[in-house]
């Protein structure tokens, strides 16, 4: 990529959710940019606790610990993000709108200027533990469902009280439900034609009504967390719409919660209505690249999560 072409089209940010994790994610970053360090110094201090160590250094089952996993997400998202800025400079991406892939949202509101780093950190560590309280509380799962129409995926739903969860991509749906529902549906699923139904490797059913033990505290939390209208419209995970002010984004937080996230429709928006050209996936995993590209082939896609990507955009 050119000097110039980096500024040219009208973009967009994204930023990944859980199970996007790696140890030892972001090393490069932290020995090249001040920036990316100083954002993991400040998430340390903010939560009170060594997370630079359990990110760079394990051990995975304590990153794979959905309450490190969150913020160790949405940090190493957000160091990225620092990274690129201060390696840019002048160069850097301006973009129209941000998005966020479920935990992705709480990285959103940083990149908006939304919401501080230590406030976002401090909540989705919260989230965190909140969902999993409310997953131990209802033994749940999810499951992807590859290579089926959404007509049928919503029948087989309905017969075995499982949820959609992630509309991720044309073909590529997520539901949620009970340990014995889920396994009910992927045997449906498989007899009914899906390519693949793939039960994922994950604590509890996300984004569906078995969350809804959260939903009090989250809302506590939500609401002693200051949050300022974004400077960038977000698109909200439940609608696939723009929020541009903060007790529509307090609201979005609290609804996404037990709502599907809206992932297609969130980039049909920004393509299609927005007039975006170009998407930069900034933070751990490539998920949301290969989901843009399914849902908006001829859209632009940059995956950001080393330096040797940031680098890449000024050679």
Known sequence: MSNNSVNDARCAFVFPGQGAQQVGMGLDLVASSKAA????????????????????????????????????????????????????????????????????????????????????????????????YAAELNSGGMAALIGMEDSVIEDICSETGTEISNLNAPGQTVISGTSEAIDKAVTLATERGARRAIPLPVAGAFHSRLMKPAQEGLDMAINNVVISDP?????????????????????????????????????????????????????????????????????????????????????
Not at 238 to 245: A, C, E, R, V
Not at 265 to 291: H, N, R
Request: aromatic share 4%.
């Open 37 to 132: 360090k100083l954002v993991f110094d400040e998430v340390d201090e903010a939560l009170g606790i060594n997370l630079s160590k359990i990110v760079f250094e394990g051990p995975e089952e304590d990153l794979k610990n959905t309450m490190n996993t969150q913020p160790a997400i949405l940090t190493m998202s957000i160091a990225c993000l620092r990274a690129m800025e201060e390696i840019l400079g002048d160069l850097m991406p301006s973009p129209s709108f941000v998005a966020g892939h479920s935990l992705g949202q709480y990285t959103a509101l940083i990149a908006s200027n939304s919401m501080s780093l230590s406030a976002a950190a401090l909540l989705v560590r919260e989230r965190g533990r909140l969902m999993q």
């Open 231 to 315: 400077r960038i419209p977000i698109v909200a995970n439940s609608t696939g719409l723009p929020l541009t002010n903060s007790e529509e984004i307090k609201s979005e937080l609290s609804d996404s919660l037990c709502s599907p996230v809206r992932w297609r429709d969130s980039v049909k928006y920004m393509v299609a209505t927005g007039g975006v050209q170009s998407i930069y996936e900034i933070g751990p995993g490539k998920a949301l690249s290969g989901m843009v590209t399914r849902i908006s082939p001829d859209t632009d896609v940059t995956n950001i999560e080393q330096l040797e990507n940031i680098n890449s955009l000024v050679e």
